[in-house]
C-alpha cells in the first residue's frame, strides 16, 4: 500500500482556478470511484470537500469540483478566495482484497 | 449534530502501548450505514490511516502497522479504541478518529473528524 502522489504544492490568485491532482494506480484510484477529497487548515482537522470522486457534502461551495480519468483523480477550486488556502489530501479506497484506505502526500495551495 | 471527541495521554514511552479512546456524541456508534476509523498525522507530514472497525466488531487495518494495532469497540459506552504497542518516536502524531461512510450511507468517506490529539513518543 503506497501513498497516493500529489504535487507538493500549487498556487493561484484570487478568482483563478487551480487543478490538484492525485495519481494512485488501477488497484486504488483507478479501480473504484471511492475517491475523496480534505481540506486542511493549519492546526485544524481535515474537513470532507469531495466524495466519490464528485460528490460535494452539504455545505461545501460548488467552486469545489472532483473529477476522475484512469488512475488520476483532480480536484479543481474555481474562483480562488483566501479562506481556500490550505492543505488537501486525496483518499482512496485500495482494498481489492480487504478494506484498505490510503491517502496522498498532501497538496499545500497558497493563494498569491 | 454528531461529534467525535479523542482522549488519552499525550506523552507514551518508547517500546510501550499507546492507547486512545474515541467518544462518538450525538449519534449512535450502532449505525449500520457507518464504520469508526483511526487515522494519524505526523509532524509536518500527510495523513495515514492506520484502521477501522464496525460496530459488529469487524477490524481492518493498514497492513504496515497490522502487527502492532488493535482496534475494538464498546456499544454500551458508544466509544471505539486505539492500542499501538511497542511504540517509537516514529508514532508521534496527532492522532484523529473520524466517523467512515459505507455504500449504504450513499458517502464512501471519512466525513465527520474529531478534533485530534497529539500523541508524543519520549522517554
Known amino acids: 500500500q503506497s501513498a497516493l502522489t500529489q504535487p507538493r504544492s500549487v498556487s493561484g490568485s484570487p478568482g483563478q482556478s487551480v487543478t490538484i491532482s492525485c495519481t494512485g494506480t488501477s488497484s486504488d484510484v483507478g479501480g473504484y470511484n471511492y475517491v475523496s477529497w480534505y481540506q486542511q487548515h493549519p492546526g485544524k482537522a481535515p474537513k470532507l470537500m469531495i466524495y466519490?470522486?464528485?460528490k460535494r457534502p452539504s455545505g461545501v461551495p460548488d467552486r469545489f469540483s472532483g473529477s476522475k480519468s484512469g488512475n488520476t483523480a483532480s480536484l479543481t477550486i474555481s474562483g480562488l478566495q483566501a479562506e481556500d488556502e490550505a492543505d488537501y489530501y486525496c483518499?482512496?479506497?485500495?482494498?481489492?482484497?480487504?478494506?484498505?484506505?490510503?491517502f496522498g502526500g498532501g497538496t499545500k495551495l497558497t493563494v498569491l | 449534530q454528531l461529534q467525535l471527541q479523542e482522549s488519552g495521554p499525550g506523552l507514551v514511552k518508547p517500546s510501550e502501548t499507546l492507547s486512545l479512546t474515541c467518544t462518538v456524541s450525538g449519534g449512535s456508534i450502532s449505525s449500520s450505514s457507518y464504520y469508526w476509523g483511526w487515522i494519524r498525522q505526523p509532524p509536518g507530514k500527510g495523513l495515514e490511516w492506520i484502521g477501522s472497525i464496525y460496530y459488529s466488531g469487524s477490524t481492518y487495518y493498514n497492513p504496515s502497522l497490522k502487527s502492532r494495532v488493535t482496534i475494538s469497540v464498546d456499544t454500551s459506552k458508544n466509544q471505539f479504541s486505539l492500542k499501538l504497542s511497542s511504540v517509537t518516536a516514529a508514532d508521534t502524531a496527532v492522532y484523529y478518529c473520524?466517523?467512515?461512510?459505507?455504500?449504504?450511507?450513499?458517502?464512501?468517506?471519512?466525513?465527520?473528524w474529531g478534533q485530534g490529539t497529539m500523541v508524543t513518543v519520549s522517554s
Open positions: 473520524a466517523r467512515q461512510g459505507s455504500i449504504a450511507a450513499r458517502l464512501v468517506a471519512f466525513d465527520i
Open positions: 466519490d470522486v464528485s
Open positions: 483518499c482512496s479506497y485500495a482494498g481489492s482484497y480487504t478494506f484498505e484506505w490510503v
